[in-house]
């Protein structure tokens, strides 16, 4: 079995969730006591929160880089960023690393390709739905993205902030989510996916009548993929 490196801490409510899974998911494989060789390298979330605000691209950067560095050094045989926006920079550190850094984008876009949808609608940080860094892994694909309005983009931008990386659901939350959806759908969106791993935490398939697609599972389930890879 591959060890598999997790950048984690940002936030550690959804790290905790890729360590369940991915643990689940080799057990799921191998039976037994079988569980996943895996090294966390956790971050301050309040320090990468002000680099994303800021859009220091940069200082965030040097942090992730350093921190892989730290996980090649222990072992890991490849890179999970527990985190959708991390991705800005995922192809930048791909470039430093010898190792392959498992895109969350790439692993979500070959999922809806699978199902052979065409348009789907993207939730997640400002960053993640306004920047280019998942939506072009979906358009190699030739998946065309539908992002909310600016009102709904910011709504979800703050709540994944002061709400679901804190740990809290609220019930109006929600509901204005799933509101949110629903416009999507109606603009032609025929699956959602939940581009922040908290969300997840806050919406399911069974709160929807389209597909979602959970990109903490689908980012985990690529991670055991790897992990149980043969030479």
């Not at 691209?57 to 959708?84: E, F, P, Q």
């Not at 539908?146 to 509901?175: A, C, N, Q, V, Y």
């Not at 989510?177 to 603009?187: A, D, F, G, P």
């Amino acid at each position: 079995m591959k060890t598999i490196g997790l950048i984690g801490g940002v936030s550690w409510v959804s790290t905790i969730d890729y360590y369940r899974l991915i643990n689940q998911g080799i057990n799921a494989k191998l039976g037994g006591l079988n569980y996943s060789e895996c090294i966390i390298y956790s971050f301050n979330y309040a320090d990468i929160v002000k680099n994303n605000e800021a859009k220091d691209w940069d200082a965030t950067y040097t942090m992730v880089a350093a921190a892989c560095k730290h996980l090649v050094n222990a072992g890991a045989t490849a890179i999970v960023l527990c985190a959708n926006t991390m991705h800005v920079i995922a192809d930048r550190i791909q470039q430093d690393l010898d190792i392959p850094v498992i895109h969350i984008a790439t692993a979500t876009a070959n999922e809806i390709s699978q199902k052979k949808l065409h348009k789907i609608g993207l939730l997640g940080t400002r960053f993640t739905m306004e920047l280019d860094f998942f939506t072009s892994k979906l358009q190699d694909k030739n998946i065309e993205t539908i992002l909310p309005g600016k009102e709904d983009r910011d709504f979800i931008h703050h709540s994944i902030s002061e709400e679901l990386g804190k740990g809290i659901f609220l019930s109006e939350t929600k509901e204005k989510y799933l509101s949110i959806i629903n416009k999507l759908v109606e603009e032609g969106a025929e699956g959602i996916i939940l581009g922040c791993t908290e969300i997840p935490m806050l919406i399911s398939q069974q709160d929807m009548d389209v597909p979602a697609f959970d990109t903490t599972a689908i980012h985990s389930a690529a991670a055991v993929l790897h992990a149980l890879q043969e030479e």
